[in-house]
């Protein structure tokens, strides 16, 4: 805890005056950044600027950038808004992130979220007429969705991508890579890229450093429950972000095995019963909450004999900024939480409450209220809602 303290305290001091005077002249680590385009002279006179996005596209951009729209990247309109400490640019974004902003935090944060428009977009399906309406200044997609970046540029909207899966959904990386990316379109805020990537880390090499040490036979075997309906069930295979989870709290993801990309993982109870996972995490890209797997209210699934069940531990995610599955502005105290709630007893001196109110303090400006932060660690099924998988 005092150590925590000590991180957040050696981050705001690096916002006002260099990281030497603060820890006795040590250098700070910090994750790597993107390269960023290096600029002339002319053009840092200029109106416009050019970044590299993550699908290695040049992109010329307005250097004033007032109208932003955000299509099938989820969580980045929460990430925007938090990056610059307001919703106001924001004229469009994806029916599954305002379910999250009306569900979560953002807006009530940043209610001016709420009023951004999402008729543009059904599913993947862009509607190109409606979105030029919005007359955006920057558009962002999701690198590698070759159709949407098409139709961005054929409309003449300068259009740049960013990536979930680049890093191998490496999720603090990701994380530092978005801000990173955002820092290279809006300059007056980079210095949040900075804080940010140095807190992550910090908080990742914590917890690394106490779970280490735990023997390989004694780790929590973990189950991801990405979706959960009557009709299917979709877990976190080997390439999706609930791999990165398990491994950084130091437990085992059951499913490694299952090679299906992204959300595709889907499984039967058979293969939960032959799992046996000692801990389940609930997405809140479903409805499904704890209680429905204890009470065994879906699909006619018996849960009963499951270990994590009969224990107990089943846990829904929080939904803070955004679902804290994927990358967000939610990442390290993530992170911290669910290395909390698997192994108890390597982090009952962490007040996780505590921790998360200095770290929107400190990093970011925002003072949550204790009905707030305890609203983020009980999410409802409503925030599953607009989410088309």
């Known amino acids: 805890m005092k150590k925590l303290k000590r991180i957040l305290s050696l981050?705001?001091?690096?916002?006002?005056?260099?990281?030497?005077?603060?820890?006795?002249?040590?250098?700070?680590?910090?994750?790597?950044?993107?390269?960023?385009?290096?600029?002339?002279?002319?053009?840092?006179?200029?109106?416009?600027?050019?970044?590299?996005?993550?699908?290695?596209?040049?992109?010329?951009?307005?250097?004033?950038?007032?109208?932003?729209?955000?299509?099938?990247?989820?969580?980045?309109?929460?990430?925007?808004?938090?990056?610059?400490?307001?919703?106001?640019?924001?004229?469009?974004?994806?029916?599954?992130?305002?379910?999250?902003?009306?569900?979560?935090?953002?807006?009530?944060?940043?209610?001016?979220?709420?009023?951004?428009?999402?008729?543009?977009?059904?599913?993947?399906?862009?509607?190109?007429?409606?979105?030029?309406?919005?007359?955006?200044?920057?558009?962002?997609?999701?690198?590698?969705?070759?159709?949407?970046?098409?139709?961005?540029?054929?409309?003449?909207?300068?259009?740049?991508?960013?990536?979930?899966?680049?890093?191998?959904?490496?999720?603090?990386?990701?994380?530092?890579?978005?801000?990173?990316?955002?820092?290279?379109?809006?300059?007056?805020?980079?210095?949040?890229?900075?804080?940010?990537?140095?807190?992550?880390?910090?908080?990742?090499?914590?917890?690394?450093e106490r779970v280490a040490g735990i023997p390989e036979e004694e780790k929590k075997d973990i189950l991801f429950l990405f979706q959960y309906s009557d009709q299917q069930m979709i877990t976190s295979g080997k390439n999706f972000f609930g791999q990165f989870w398990a491994e950084a709290v130091g437990g085992r993801n059951v499913a490694e095995e299952v090679q299906a990309e992204n959300s595709n993982a889907v499984i039967n109870m058979e293969q939960v019963y032959q799992w046996n996972p000692d801990v389940i995490f609930i997405t809140n890209f479903t409805p499904a909450q704890p209680e429905d797997l204890y009470t065994n209210a879906i699909g006619g699934d018996d849960w009963s004999q499951v270990e994590a069940v009969s224990t107990r531990q089943v846990y829904k995610l929080p939904l803070g900024t955004y679902r804290s599955y994927t990358p967000s502005t939610d990442t390290p105290v993530t992170l911290l939480w669910m290395a909390q709630k698997v192994y108890p007893e390597l982090f009952e001196d962490i007040d996780i409450n505590a921790e998360v109110r200095d770290y929107y303090q400190q990093l970011y400006g925002i003072q949550l209220t204790d009905e707030q932060i305890e609203k983020m660690y009980h999410p409802s099924s409503d925030a599953a809602d607009g989410y088309v998988n």
């Open 11 to 208: 981050l705001l001091c690096a916002a006002m005056v260099p990281l030497s005077a603060c820890s006795g002249g040590e250098e700070s680590s910090s994750a790597s950044q993107p390269e960023a385009s290096v600029s002339s002279q002319a053009e840092q006179e200029s109106d416009t600027i050019t970044i590299t996005d993550h699908g290695d596209n040049q992109v010329t951009l307005p250097r004033q950038i007032d109208r932003i729209v955000v299509t099938d990247i989820y969580p980045l309109p929460s990430v925007i808004t938090v990056f610059l400490g307001s919703a106001d640019k924001l004229v469009g974004i994806h029916p599954t992130s305002m379910s999250a902003a009306q569900s979560g935090l953002l807006g009530e944060i940043f209610p001016e979220i709420l009023e951004a428009d999402t008729s543009f977009m059904t599913g993947s399906d862009l509607n190109i007429e409606q979105l030029l309406s919005l007359e955006p200044d920057v558009v962002f997609y999701t690198a590698g969705n070759t159709q949407l970046q098409s139709a961005l540029e054929n409309a003449g909207i300068p259009a740049v991508g960013v990536s979930p899966t680049k890093w191998d959904y490496d999720i603090i990386e990701t994380y530092d890579q978005w801000i990173a990316l955002l820092a290279q379109i809006f300059p007056e805020n980079a210095e949040t890229s900075d804080l940010v990537s140095q807190y992550s880390e910090e908080i990742y090499s914590m917890v690394q």
